[in-house]
């Protein structure tokens, strides 16, 4: 019997994060639950994609988009089950028993959230994003996942360049589990910003594409 899980990545220049991502994902592999790897990329400049290819990955190349790239990434992909990681994000020891736990379910799950380096500002906006995702809205990189059937029944990731992960979260309503294992992501953006600065700045963010503001129009913004 072939395994289970095709592993989807949407990369942009992401060459300093994904090859611990990738190291992470050898414990799923020794458990016989990884199928393949698709890294999904946005037209990277650094050697992104040599480290994919490197991996052994299935490279998918179109548009710098994060919503169009997963989409694509995961319309690549051939296991039954679906597991999006962001390329910065590295799953901790004990992940692969959790998610082999799960794989006889039809539900949609998201992993427990910590940033590295850690530290009280750390803790604070992590534990925010716990709470959060139980009332039913994890980000995307506290990663996903989700049978190939529950993805096809809510129409897949939109293709748009913010917010793709709130609308996959809204799609999955009813859905959504916590997983017993921890995703550790970059708190790189958030020591260069300001943790203050940049969780607030992500809060209107969110507001505003709850608002109905064109994500179009919240990706400008964001990049400024």
């Known amino acids: 019997m072939r395994a289970p899980i095709s592993v989807v ?3 942009l220049n992401a060459a300093s994060g994904l090859p611990a991502c990738l190291a992470a994902l050898g414990e799923g592999l020794n458990e016989g639950l990884i199928r393949e790897l698709i890294v999904s990329d946005g037209g990277s400049t ?3 994609l040599q480290i994919a290819e490197a991996a052994g990955a299935e ?3 179109g548009p710098a988009s994060r919503g169009g790239q997963l989409r694509r990434g995961c319309a690549a992909a051939s296991g039954d089950w679906l597991l999006v990681l962001h390329a910065d994000t590295v799953l901790l020891p004990g992940w692969a028993g959790a998610v082999a736990g799960v794989l006889g379910t039809d539900r949609a799950y998201w992993f427990t959230q910590r940033f590295d380096g850690g530290g009280m500002a750390a803790r604070v906006v992590s534990g925010w994003a716990n709470a959060r995702s139980r009332l039913g809205l994890p980000y995307g990189d506290q990663g996903l996942l989700l049978r190939r059937e529950v993805y096809e029944a809510v129409g897949g ?5 913010l917010m793709e992960d709130v609308a996959m979260a809204r799609a999955l309503r009813g859905r959504l589990a916590g997983l017993d294992a921890v995703a ?13 600065r940049r969780g607030g700045r992500n809060l209107w963010t969110l507001a505003r594409y709850m608002a109905g503001v064109d994500p ?9």
């Open 46 to 48: 650094d050697v992104t």
């Open 59 to 61: 490279v998918v190349q």
């Open 216 to 224: 179009e129009r919240l990706a400008r913004d964001y990049r400024r």
């Open 9 to 11: 990545v949407p990369t």
């Open 184 to 196: 550790e992501t970059s708190a790189e953006k958030y020591r260069r910003q300001g943790w203050l």
């Open 157 to 161: 990731f939109a293709d748009m360049p």
